[in-house]
């Protein structure tokens, strides 16, 4: 066997007991690792009801299958757990360096279960592992708490998994951050960890992962690092400009909103692009382990320094509050980096925060002196900073934009999808992206079936935005495909330049199972449907397969799009056909026997 | 006729990221491609008011073409 190490390593944090156990290797080759394992072992092991703050609930914070291997771009983790934001089943992805250092520790995942007493950390060198006080850190932000545990470890080859103010406090758009500036950002695990009391996990490995066919993986690896270096998008543009690259591309579609999804196009979107990041700002790349993309950015401003920001960040703290000072923006993301906060939900839930200052809602009173104001960069800093310490009105933001936005009667003024914010596409100009939107597992997120590479991009091929045709079969493939990536522990970008026999033949090579390209997809399509089922038994149903009122009612008002709206109720019936469910969005039994579930 | 021109990424190297040109009518996308110096299999994604165009389309009076190289990100 190649790629898992076969091992897990289970912490009970109530009753301070440390064991290891064998991965199951039946349930591995049916949900490979990563997302796809440990969204299983949660709803094996977790009733779907539980409060996602309760000790009952766990979480698992998992390497992919061929995480740690000499595969490109083979940096990747999941941390998966029930999510306090909207109780979907919670599967966010983060890079950097710490997922493979789990690896070459000795352990596919690592599971937190139960409640600690009082704040502690996790310390992990090879097979000694302990839990260690973390009073001193507690309320240390995410920097300084770094530098703190690995001066303790005393080896600076160690990596750094922790939480910021954010998570301590409960923010429900609370990140889980590594190797400083990595975010698993989504659906508020970071606040997951902070009801537990566990502040962080240091870890140093020093194994390796094997190949179980080190010939045949050689020949893979050296195939797929071609096809990488030599893509356009992989190859040059990303590296060039990193993701803020789509600035101006996504822009100039006119599906780029503005002022909290209430335009979609932005006369000054050059001023805040990757083009304009690189000139003025970026010192250097900062890629993740074994990335020969290196989309990652390192960036000096008037003020600091630090990692960063990526496309989503530019977009959400810039023209979605109305601002083009980059500094600014450097600045929101470095808060939030700090603190632990997800850019995308807290930019998002600032900006509507802005429109229910602008149309009334919020009273003047109620913003002890910060201006809320789309374009008042000044004001933008202050409330993210505010919503990690739950300050003011920061306390009702910390919630996130659906809650804030409903306190005030107004929930249609969050844009976002089962609670959950929308990242920088307007769907009425992307049908395709629009639907994925809508049945996205965890809510609104776009890396969940990326679609907008063959609306936008063109790739593998370009279909027409404006078009349904085809597209509940492009978002399931989308969907599922993803699942598998995610899964693998490789990075989603490097499905710019590969495809599903790529990933076939590197998952073979490596582990030593033999799928065919239809069981491997298969794998992501049963890894989806587990999620889905989670989702149905705490609640959700066909009625929150939606998208907020805004995309459904009214056309967007100008620019490249201008006229159009989302054609949802359309594509909907279509899609829970291809994926085999019936007409409520319920996998049928014969679907779900078909995948072996 | 006029056109406006705008280049991005590495289009913009040694290039105007924006320009207004006078133009006869009938011009199409690849006479521009061709006076700009870019290979048609460089573009990867042209549009002409934002919409999907391509280096056989011909541009009117008051047109935005947009050009970019491959790229992507998320």
Redesign the interface.
């Known amino acids: 066997m190649g790629g898992y190490t076969g091992k897990i390593l289970r912490i009970n944090l109530s009753e301070k007991i440390i064991k290891t156990e064998a991965l199951n290797m039946e349930l591995a080759k049916k949900y490979l690792s990563g997302r796809g394992l440990a969204g299983k072992m949660f709803t094996d092991e977790v009733p779907a009801n539980v409060d996602a703050f309760s000790p009952e609930n766990k979480v698992f914070i998992a390497a992919g299958a061929l995480t740690g291997t000499n595969t490109p771009t083979s940096g990747r983790f999941m941390v998966v757990t029930k999510s306090p934001l909207n109780g979907t089943l919670a599967a966010s992805n983060s890079g950097g360096y710490w997922g493979p250092q789990l690896k070459f520790a000795g352990y596919d995942m690592v599971v937190l279960e139960g409640k600690a007493d009082a704040p502690v950390y996790l310390s992990i060198y090879d097979d000694k592992v302990e839990i260690k006080d973390a009073e001193h850190v507690w309320g240390k932000d995410v920097y300084e708490t770094t530098s703190i545990l690995k001066a303790e470890f005393g080896d600076d080859q160690a990596k750094v998994l922790t939480i910021g103010p954010g998570g301590e406090n409960l923010s429900l758009m609370a990140a889980v951050m590594n190797d400083l500036y990595r975010a698993a950002g989504r659906n508020g695990v970071g606040a997951v960890m902070g009801s537990k009391n566990v502040k962080g996990i240091i870890v140093r490995g020093t194994g390796k992962v094997e190949n179980a066919n080190p010939e045949g993986t050689k020949v893979a690896l050296s195939n797929v690092l071609k096809k990488i270096r030599e893509?356009?998008?992989?190859g040059?543009?990303?590296p060039?400009?990193?993701?803020?690259?789509?600035v101006?591309?996504i822009n100039?579609?006119?599906v780029y909103p503005v002022n909290n999804f209430q335009e979609a196009?932005d006369p000054d979107a050059?001023m805040i692009s990757?083009?304009t990041m690189a000139e003025k700002y970026l010192v250097k790349k900062d890629p993740c382990y074994r990335c020969p993309i290196a989309?990652g950015r390192y960036c000096k401003w008037d003020e600091g320094e630090g990692g960063g920001p990526?496309?989503e960040t530019v977009w959400v703290f810039g023209s979605n509050c109305g601002i083009h000072d980059y500094e600014a923006i450097h600045q929101a993301n470095d808060l939030c980096n700090k603190l632990g906060l997800d850019t995308i939900s807290v930019g998002a839930t600032i900006a509507a925060g802005m429109e229910l200052f602008q149309r009334g809602y919020i009273k003047p009173e109620e913003l002890a002196g910060i201006p809320l104001e789309f374009g008042n960069a000044k004001g933008m800093v202050e409330w993210v900073r505010k919503i990690a310490y739950c300050e003011g009105l920061g306390a009702k933001m910390a919630l996130g934009s659906y809650r804030l936005a409903e306190s005030y009667g107004a929930p249609e003024l969050s844009m976002s999808v089962k609670k959950q914010e929308l990242p920088a596409y307007d769907p009425r100009g992307v049908q395709g992206h629009g639907l994925q939107y809508a049945t996205s597992n965890r809510g609104g997120c776009?890396?969940r079936g990326?679609v907008?590479?063959p609306e936008?991009?063109?790739?593998p091929e370009?279909l027409?935005r404006f078009s349904l045709e085809g597209k509940a079969t492009w978002v399931k493939i989308f969907q599922d495909l993803t699942a598998v990536i995610d899964s693998t522990g490789l990075c989603?970008?490097s499905s710019?330049a590969l495809g599903l026999t790529d990933y076939t033949g590197l998952v073979n090579e490596i582990t030593g199972f033999k799928y065919t390209d239809e069981e491997l997809l298969a794998c992501g399509e049963r890894i989806w449907n587990n999620e889905r089922l989670h989702n149905l038994r705490v609640g959700y149903t066909k009625a929150d397969d939606t998208l907020p009122k805004r995309f459904l009612e009214d056309p967007i008002p100008d620019?490249?799009?201008k006229g159009h709206v989302h054609r949802l109720d359309e594509l909907l019936p279509e899609y829970y056909s291809v994926r085999g469910w019936d007409k409520e969005g319920v996998p049928t039994p014969e679907c779900i026997s078909a995948l072996g579930m | 006729m006029h056109v406006t021109i705008?280049l991005?990424?590495?289009f913009?190297d040694g290039r105007p990221?924006v320009e207004i040109r006078e133009l006869p009518e009938e011009t199409c996308v690849k006479d521009i491609l061709q006076s700009l110096g870019i290979a048609a299999e460089e573009v990867?994604?042209c549009?002409v008011?934002?919409?999907?165009a391509n280096e056989h389309s011909q541009l009117v009076d008051g047109d935005t073409l947009?050009l970019?190289?491959?790229?992507?990100?998320?």
């Open positions: 893509n356009g998008v992989t040059q543009g990303l060039t400009y990193g993701t803020a690259v789509l101006n591309i100039e579609n006119g196009y050059d990757g083009e989309c990526e496309y776009h890396v990326y907008i590479s936008i991009l063109g790739l370009k027409d989603l970008f710019f620019g490249p799009s | 705008k991005f990424a590495t913009r990221k990867a994604i549009l008011n934002g919409r999907d947009a970019f190289p491959p790229v992507g990100g998320g």
